[in-house]
């Protein structure tokens, strides 16, 4: 790939992200800001936006703020929740890259059965 072809893509993908944002945007009930007057590119979003999006626990998404770095908390004990990293986070979570069944790792079925 050359140099425009490459720039062709960023265009398109940029326009993809935007797309998806205020799609998602407007499921949640939230107006999104046109991306020409959006101060940040990235939206944060509160814990019960967050577990709307991911379908999980208000604990979950603290947890993988803490651990994945998705979020942050406030001085005032709230949670801010990246929408782009919780996004990417479940875009890989759901190709198999995080593996997170709550804070326990996996352990091979076959050490609960006795050999006969």
Do not use: C
């Not at 939206?43 to 942050?72: C, E, L, N």
């Not at 875009?91 to 091979?108: K, L, M, N, S, T």
């Amino acid at each position: 790939m050359n140099r425009a072809d490459l720039l062709a893509a960023l265009a398109s993908a940029r326009a993809t992200v935007s797309a998806l944002e205020q799609a998602l945007a407007e499921l949640d009930g939230v107006t999104a800001i046109p991306p020409a007057r959006r101060p940040d590119p990235d939206i944060y979003v509160d814990t019960s936006v967050a577990m709307k999006m991911a379908k999980v626990s208000h604990s979950t998404i603290t947890r993988w703020s803490r651990r994945y770095g998705i979020g942050h908390q406030l001085p005032s004990r709230q949670w801010r929740v990246s929408r782009r990293a919780l996004l990417a986070f479940l875009e890989a979570r759901d190709r198999g890259e995080i593996d997170e069944i709550g804070d326990v790792p996996r352990v091979p079925m076959a050490t609960f059965f006795d050999e006969a």
